[in-house]
């Protein structure tokens, strides 16, 4: 079953329309990436699934359901959003635990308690962090928090944003391993976007190149090991990124 | 010959538990050369550039001994040292959009920073400009000349921000993580042209980043720091045969574009607390 079906998908901001045309699926358990630079349109794709860019046309399946144009409820339950920068997004007056169990306050969901130590160990976090505040923690550990809360509601889809470009090396190094373990234990979907080509070679199956909001090429992530791009974007993309 | 000599330089900052030393006594020289200085967050990377610059402000502060040019720069009255910082000492920093000034056109802050160290008739101060941004790279000079730094891009930003502190022909740049705020196919042509700069003018540079690969590219030598201090020096060609363990291990953690590792291997964060 695809788990993400775009087709035809224009976005607009204020009528401006930033992404042209852009279609592709992502099988249920599959990892697929939107690799692109600064204003290629590859975050809005993101955010037009889950809702937060509601000027949208075209269709959109998410786990066999038609896309919604806001935040919506039911879709919160299967398909949740990792975000770049841990210091921004998690509220700097909420602690840990507040966090993580606000999703399963709105979804009506009980033993709170139990499934927050869960969630923290779940995503290697010591127990002694539950009470603790954002400015408390490190990159690494905000960006723990963050993973976890997306995953309080157990989705089949996770959207990642970037989840590891504000992290030093060896803080992105166990993320990625996070992510993995998660993806491989849990049987998650992932949509990533991201500008760092190693890091799809990683943690991705396929990819889609984007450029000035439309894709040019959707490759699988093999294509890095040998640079068998077909689109001259992608090559340079792959070219300056330091593959040979 | 050594252009900056760093001796046993210390800087310190209060803290509720006494004071905490961010770069705990590092020594090095540099000659008109590329040196690289690598590290994670908190390793005191950037605090170590700052000090060179004196920009360190009370209640941090600096100890030890830093000679540049054959002068004590720790002694030098804060007027002094501001008629040496962008004219002999130039910095530039990270993202273009915080450091220009977003009320003074592109042509005018770069004549500025000309104006405050040298004495020139307005014309010959045009043609300098003009002629900098040319050595920049910037296709239509007087255009841009005319720009308010949100009209232009990133990478065209950081070039008018390396026009501005290459014009008054300083002999060492300091470049503090230059391109972590663009992209990648405007990363290397940034650091291209500081390269080109750096070696046409006979320049010394210090590269400060945390992208150990992007490191061993443009420099010759390479200081790997942790918890404020230096664990490893090499030659940027031997990187790859680097011998101590927490470079290996920032080495290793890089995912690679061929990647075929199941798991990345994570540095032991209790056996280097600094991280």
């Known amino acids: 079953m695809t788990a993400i079906s775009l087709k035809n998908l224009d976005i607009a901001y204020d009528g401006q329309r930033v992404v042209h045309g852009v279609s592709f699926d992502v099988a249920e358990g599959e990892s697929f990436a939107l690799v692109g630079e600064s204003g290629s349109g590859k975050s809005t794709v993101l955010k037009a699934i889950a809702g937060l860019a509601p000027e949208w046309t075209g269709e959109m399946q998410i786990l066999g359901r038609p896309g919604s144009h806001r935040p919506d409820r039911t879709l919160a339950k299967h398909c949740q959003m990792v975000f770049q920068d841990p210091y921004g997004s998690l509220h700097p007056r909420k602690t840990v635990d507040a966090v993580l169990s606000e999703p399963l306050a709105i979804h009506g969901i009980g033993r709170q308690g139990a499934?927050?130590?869960?969630?923290?160990?779940?995503?290697?976090?010591?127990?002694?962090?539950?009470?603790?505040?954002?400015?408390?923690?490190?990159?690494?550990?905000?960006?723990?928090?963050?993973?976890?809360?997306?995953?309080?509601?157990?989705?089949?889809?996770?959207?990642l944003d970037e989840p590891t470009s504000a992290l030093d090396v060896s803080v992105q190094a166990e993320i990625l391993n996070l992510l993995k373990r998660l993806r491989s234990e849990r049987?998650?979907?992932?949509?990533?976007?991201?500008?760092?080509?190693?890091?799809?070679?990683?943690?991705?199956?396929?990819?889609?190149?984007?450029?000035?909001?439309?894709?040019?090429?959707?490759?699988?992530?093999?294509?890095?090991?040998?640079?068998?791009?077909?689109?001259?974007?992608?090559?340079?993309?792959?070219?300056?990124?330091?593959?040979? | 010959m050594t252009l900056l000599s760093v001796e046993n330089l210390e800087v310190s900052f209060p803290t509720s538990h006494g004071r905490v030393k961010v770069v705990d006594g590092i020594s090095f020289?540099?000659?008109?050369?590329?040196?690289?200085?690598?590290?994670?967050?908190?390793s005191g990377k950037s605090m170590t550039g700052r000090?060179?610059?004196?920009?360190?402000?009370?209640?941090?502060?600096?100890?030890?001994?830093?000679?540049?040019?054959?002068?004590?720069?720790?002694?030098?009255?804060?007027?002094?040292?501001?008629?040496?910082?962008?004219?002999?000492?130039?910095?530039?920093?990270?993202?273009?959009?915080?450091?220009l000034n977003p009320v003074m056109t592109v042509g005018t802050q770069i004549e500025e920073a000309l104006r405050v160290h040298?004495?020139?008739?307005?014309?010959?101060?045009?043609?300098?400009?003009?002629?900098?941004?040319?050595?920049?790279?910037?296709?239509?000079?007087?255009?841009?000349?005319?720009?308010?730094?949100?009209?232009?891009?990133?990478?065209?930003?950081?070039?008018?921000?390396?026009?501005?502190?290459?014009?008054?022909?300083?002999?060492?740049?300091?470049?503090?993580?230059?391109?972590?705020?663009?992209?990648?196919?405007?990363?290397?042509?940034?650091?291209?042209?500081?390269?080109?700069?750096?070696?046409?003018?006979?320049?010394?540079?210090?590269?400060?980043?945390?992208?150990?690969?992007?490191?061993?590219?443009?420099?010759?030598?390479?200081?790997?720091?942790?918890?404020?201090?230096?664990?490893?020096?090499?030659?940027?060609?031997?990187?790859h045969a680097a011998s101590h363990p927490y470079t290996k291990g920032l080495l290793a953690a890089v995912p690679q574009m061929r990647e075929t590792r199941a798991e990345l291997p994570v540095i032991d964060r209790n056996a280097w607390a600094g991280t």
Do not use: W
């Open chain 1, 115 to 159: 499934k927050v130590e869960q969630a923290l160990a779940d995503v290697g976090l010591d127990r002694r962090f539950r009470f603790r505040y954002p400015h408390q923690l490190s990159g690494g550990q905000r960006q723990r928090v963050a993973i976890a809360r997306a995953l309080m509601l157990e989705p089949e889809v996770m959207l």
């Open chain 1, 187 to 244: 049987g998650l979907t992932y949509l990533m976007v991201t500008h760092n080509l190693p890091v799809v070679s990683f943690l991705c199956e396929r990819m889609a190149v984007m450029n000035k909001g439309r894709i040019v090429e959707i490759a699988p992530a093999t294509a890095l090991h040998d640079g068998a791009f077909t689109d001259p974007y992608a090559q340079a993309l792959y070219a300056a990124s330091g593959g040979a």
């Open chain 2, 29 to 42: 020289d540099l000659g008109r050369e590329r040196l690289g200085i690598v590290g994670e967050s908190g």
């Open chain 2, 51 to 99: 000090a060179i610059l004196r920009l360190i402000r009370s209640p941090g502060r600096v100890a030890g001994q830093i000679s540049f040019e054959g002068r004590d720069l720790m002694t030098l009255s804060e007027r002094q040292m501001r008629a040496l910082r962008g004219a002999r000492i130039s910095m530039i920093m990270q993202d273009p959009r915080y450091s």
């Open chain 2, 118 to 239: 040298e004495r020139l008739p307005r014309s010959e101060m045009r043609a300098r400009v003009h002629e900098m941004l040319e050595a920049v790279r910037i296709d239509d000079p007087d255009r841009v000349a005319g720009l308010y730094p949100h009209e232009v891009s990133g990478g065209m930003g950081q070039r008018v921000m390396i026009a501005m502190m290459l014009i008054p022909r300083p002999s060492l740049l300091i470049a503090d993580e230059p391109t972590s705020a663009l992209d990648v196919s405007v990363q290397g042509d940034v650091l291209r042209l500081i390269d080109d700069l750096v070696k046409d003018h006979g320049m010394g540079l210090i590269l400060i980043s945390h992208d150990l690969p992007l490191v061993a590219r443009y420099c010759d030598r390479i200081l790997v720091m942790n918890a404020g201090r230096v664990v490893e020096t090499c030659n940027a060609s031997a990187l």
